[in-house]
């Protein structure tokens, strides 16, 4: 059974930088690809990072490029965003997000819906004050 374990969410004025986390089990990052998702009130889900299994291959938003970075420890199954420069148009909840088609998420990047990853974490919060 696959679980998916986010923490890290809180609250930062604008330009503070986060680091969230994603703890998973039941499944192995070097093949698994993985996807960090937001989502507002009132808004669709997002994607913002993403990365092919093995995580050396990624993909950002272009409204997160240049500030956000995936990155995992495949030994310690661990998922990570940092997210630096935060703005208040970041708050969201962010979600952590595994296993989608690899080919497909390499032919369409940050294209890749949502609908397309199969286990989801439960999310954390983040709220940038300006």
């Known amino acids: 059974q696959v679980h998916l374990v986010e923490s890290g969410g809180g609250s930062v004025q604008a330009g503070g930088s986060l680091r969230l986390s994603c703890v998973a089990s039941g499944l192995t990052l070097s093949r698994t690809c993985m996807g960090w998702f937001r989502q507002s009130p009132g808004m669709e889900r997002e994607v913002v990072v993403a990365?092919?299994?093995?995580?050396?291959?990624?993909f950002s938003a272009d409204s997160v490029k240049g500030r956000f970075t995936i990155s995992q420890n495949n030994a310690g199954n661990t998922v990570y965003l940092q997210m630096n420069g935060l703005k208040p148009e970041d708050t969201a909840v962010y979600y952590c997000?595994?296993?989608?088609?690899?080919?497909?998420?390499?032919?369409?990047?940050?294209?890749?819906?949502?609908?397309?990853?199969?286990?989801w974490g439960q999310g954390t919060q983040v709220t940038v004050s300006s």
């Open positions: 997000a595994a296993d989608c088609e690899a080919r497909r998420l390499a032919y369409l990047g940050t294209r890749l819906g949502p609908y397309e990853y199969k286990y």
């Open positions: 990365s092919l299994p093995g995580g050396y291959t990624t």
